[in-house]
């Protein structure tokens, strides 16, 4: 069985959010592995809960990104992205940031209003609160987001699985889920910090995208430092040919096939 070459990560953080690299240190890192696309999409988080809200200058990290390409020019494109949590809470503000010069943006959901921004572990949950209820609270607003739209794809779709060792799929409200992502043709992500060893999302999550005719996908680390650009892709390529999932990336908001598997 042979697969295809992942040379693409369209989900990396530097320190012009939570990450702990520059962008220069990035881009080495990943020339370094072989990558020839990557994508920054940094945090953009209205909610004042979050640890970075109201942190990115956009002026300055367009600055280092044309940086970065001038410098690795012949050996990678790369991408100005941006992460904008809970887009369907902050309309006015995702229209602003929608009007500028990106290449993708990435929605997620980090925040659910009766549970707050924290996901340390079960230690965490309120008093009461059963797992199984803050699932069903984070994809009700995984819905609503995708309901919203306007954005390329969903980000990590099944975020409370990292911190939580139980975890429930909801079969009906999974189901509307990817059946609204491929009538709005959002892409889903691949995410290779699924937790130790896994990825986002699941078997189960990508049998009911599969099953409701999904193909588009992108692909990324999520890493938020150098060491970690590309971990996991060896899952992420059988995930691409077990189901035949088309890895897509974007330039100026446009959506560009890559390599399918072989």
């Not at 500028?100 to 965490?124: C, K, N, P, Q, T």
Request: hydrophobic content about 35%; overall charge negative; charged content about 25%.
């Amino acid at each position: 069985m042979s697969y295809m070459r992942i040379s693409c990560d369209l989900h990396l953080h530097s320190n012009h959010s939570d990450g702990e690299n520059t962008i220069e240190e990035m881009c080495q890192a990943a020339s370094e592995k072989g990558f020839t696309t990557i994508c920054f999409t940094e945090h953009f988080d209205m909610n004042p809960e979050e640890e970075k809200y109201g942190y990115l200058d956009f002026g300055k990290y367009y600055d280092d990104i044309e940086r970065a390409r001038e410098k690795f020019s012949q050996k990678m494109i790369v991408l100005k992205g941006i992460e904008f949590g809970e887009p369907h809470l902050y309309p006015k503000e995702f229209e602003y940031v929608s009007g500028l010069d990106l290449d993708f943006i990435l929605a997620s959901i980090h925040y659910v209003e009766d549970f707050g921004a924290y996901w340390d572990d079960e230690i965490r949950l309120q008093p009461g609160y059963p797992v199984q209820r803050l699932f069903e609270s984070y994809y009700q607003e995984v819905l609503k987001a995708i309901e919203f739209g306007g954005f390329d794809a969903i980000a990590h779709i099944e975020f409370p699985k990292r911190y939580f060792t139980e975890k429930h799929e909801p079969d009906g409200l999974l189901n509307n889920i990817v059946k609204m992502l491929v009538d709005k043709e959002i892409a889903l992500e691949i995410n290779s910090n699924g937790g130790v060893g896994d990825v986002h999302p699941s078997n189960y999550i990508c049998d009911l995208y599969a099953k409701n005719g999904g193909k588009i996908v992108t692909v990324g680390s999520d890493a938020h430092n150098s060491d970690r650009i590309g971990q996991n892709f060896n899952r992420i390529a059988d995930i691409l040919q077990v189901y035949a999932f088309q890895p897509v990336c974007f330039f100026q908001r446009n959506e560009i096939a890559l390599t399918e598997p072989q």
